[in-house]
């Protein structure tokens, strides 16, 4: 059995995501282990209702040592879902090629600092950009330039909104985030 910690910030509809694929075999012989939010947020309620082992950890410099203190010893994967906290460069190389992140474009494009959320929905509108999509990436030091997993992309349409494309890219990050998380752990 395959074990993940999942670090989230919001309301953790990636981590139901991933708590039902687990559960229903898409993601074969593996379990949320430990849920860890860095701000009170409906991620931690989520992982109560399945009664998954769940740590609000503060948000702040010592944020990296804190969960290094809580991470089970038996970690095969660190997925940050929704995650807004900045992994420290220590902790990235520590735990490099097991810790994955999903972002909301298609890398390399909109990805670093203040691209998170509504900032790249808006950025790839403003751009006049034909499609955007999401992107599942192992985490380095850099933020958003770690090796590509999958990518999924969608068209965007003449009148789209930040909200209307926040909506459709929600759907390509379902899709495509079990499949990293499989490719990642050999499933």
């Known amino acids: ?11 953790g509809s990636n981590l139901e995501r991933i708590i039902e694929c687990t559960q229903n075999g898409e993601i074969p012989n593996t379990q ?15 992982a109560k209702n399945h009664e998954i082992s769940n740590q609000l950890i503060p948000r702040g410099k010592d944020f990296c040592e804190k969960l290094e203190e809580i ?6 994967l660190i997925v940050l879902a929704g995650f807004l906290s900045i992994i420290t460069k220590d ?6 090629g ?8 298609l890398l390399p494009k909109f990805g670093g600092k203040g691209m998170w959320g ?3 929905h808006k950025a790839v509108i403003n751009a006049n950009e034909p499609e955007s999509g999401a992107t599942v990436h192992f985490v380095t030091a850099g933020i958003d330039e770690g090796e590509i997993i999958i990518q999924g992309s969608v068209p965007l349409s003449p009148n789209e909104t930040p909200e209307s494309l ?14 990293g998380i499989r490719r990642v752990l050999g499933k």
């Open 1 to 11: 059995m395959k074990n993940i910690v999942v670090l989230a910030s919001g309301s």
């Open 32 to 46: 949320v282990r430990l849920v860890v939010a860095d701000r009170d947020c409906y991620a931690l309620q989520r």
């Open 71 to 76: 991470l089970p010893e038996n970690t095969d």
């Open 91 to 96: 902790f990235a190389e520590k735990y490099k």
């Open 98 to 105: 097991k810790i994955i992140n999903i972002h909301p474009s």
């Open 118 to 120: 509504m900032n790249v």
């Open 166 to 179: 926040a909506e459709k890219i929600h759907e390509i990050e379902h899709k495509i985030f079990p499949e």
